[in-house]
């Protein structure tokens, strides 16, 4: 069955916003669900386009979802409270959109006629790994809420699988590289930011490795999901991921694309969280590779930021998930 129709949940978010533009561009209709707590400028591009519907509203909403499926052919499921520190200032309200949600909307989608359900779990669900290469067979050792109730949920969906009703499971890295909905809270942006703005970066710990995927090539899994035939994925999980550094050689990598003249301040974390994420599996049965490097993440965000695309970046709260959380105070 070919898939034309595409509800995105969390299409504002920070991969969302790089992802409608490209489904869009692809020739999907597309209908997001997002709460839009970033700001509605984030589509500004594709505002327009006749096959984007757009609807602000929260995912906790079933009478909103029962109005919004009928008729898609497959779900992105990308809304949630994103990373720890975000879940655990109101871990109620963490588990009330992060899980307690999510049975709801795959019964509905089902329900609804949806062929094809893509949900983005995270690497996060291994917890820290003794194993050099963290591979989808391990068991999970979830270490925070936020982890244990996307490890809970991707347990829910395989559950609810039926024939006719396409599961897959992906578990990205870490994100990183620019986007119009930024985030400057996660590694590779935030050593990116310090180095540009104080010319001073800050690593804690530095041994610590950390898996990482260029925003660019998670957006394209997500669309390379809508095109793999049915038998190669359904029921299947699937790390995605490229590059995998500690956090000193981050740190490196971007001194070496900013500036030399850039200090790297080394001092003590409690943040011992490391490991070393593969993703042959992806690659092997479906040819996935990952195009873009760290790099080019980089590269990416130094561009933006000269461009004046990202003003205010040490200040303006929408780039933090956990101070834009403070702020709105979410129910």
């Not at 009703?165 to 909905?181: A, E, I, K, M, W």
């Not at 130094?302 to 780039?319: E, H, L, W």
Request: overall charge neutral; charged content about 25%.
């Amino acid at each position: 069955m070919k898939i034309e129709n595409v509800l995105v949940t969390g299409g504002g978010g920070y991969v969302g916003a790089v992802l409608i533009p490209k489904l869009l561009e692809s020739g999907y209709n597309v209908r997001v669900v997002d709460l839009f707590i970033y700001g509605e400028q984030v589509l500004d591009a594709v505002r327009e386009n006749p096959s984007l519907g757009l609807y602000k509203g929260d995912i906790r909403d079933q009478s909103l979802l029962r109005r919004i499926l009928p008729g898609c052919d497959a779900i992105i499921h990308l809304a949630c409270i994103s990373n720890d520190p975000s879940f655990e200032l109101d871990p109620e309200l963490g588990k009330s959109i992060n899980f307690d949600a999510f049975a709801p909307l795959v019964d509905i989608s089902r329900e609804s006629g949806v062929k094809r359900f893509i949900y983005a779990s995270s690497s996060s669900v291994y917890g820290i790994k003794e194993e050099k290469n963290v591979t989808e067979d391990l068991p999970l050792l979830p270490l925070t809420d936020y982890s244990k109730y996307k490890a809970m949920c991707e347990e829910v969906l395989l559950q609810k699988r039926t024939p006719g009703f396409v599961t897959l499971v992906l578990r990205p890295s870490t994100v990183c590289g620019y986007s119009p909905r930024l985030r400057l809270d996660l590694t590779v942006n935030i050593l990116t930011n310090h180095a540009i703005n104080n010319r001073k970066i800050t690593v804690f710990g530095g041994q610590q490795m950390r898996p990482n995927i260029h925003i660019k090539d998670m957006v394209q899994a997500y669309i390379k999901s809508l095109e793999w035939p049915d038998n190669a994925i359904d029921g299947k999980i699937f790390n995605v991921g490229f590059d995998n550094f500690t956090v000193a050689e981050i740190a490196n990598k971007v001194r070496k694309v900013v500036g030399e003249d850039i200090e790297i301040v080394t001092t003590p974390s409690d943040d011992n969280r490391s490991y070393h994420v593969s993703s042959a599996k992806i690659k092997k049965e479906l040819g996935f590779v990952a195009e873009y490097n760290l790099e080019d993440a980089i590269s990416d965000l130094v561009a933006s930021f000269q461009a004046g695309k990202i003003p205010n970046a040490m200040t303006d709260i929408r780039y933090y998930n956990i101070k834009t959380m403070q702020k709105i105070n979410l129910r």
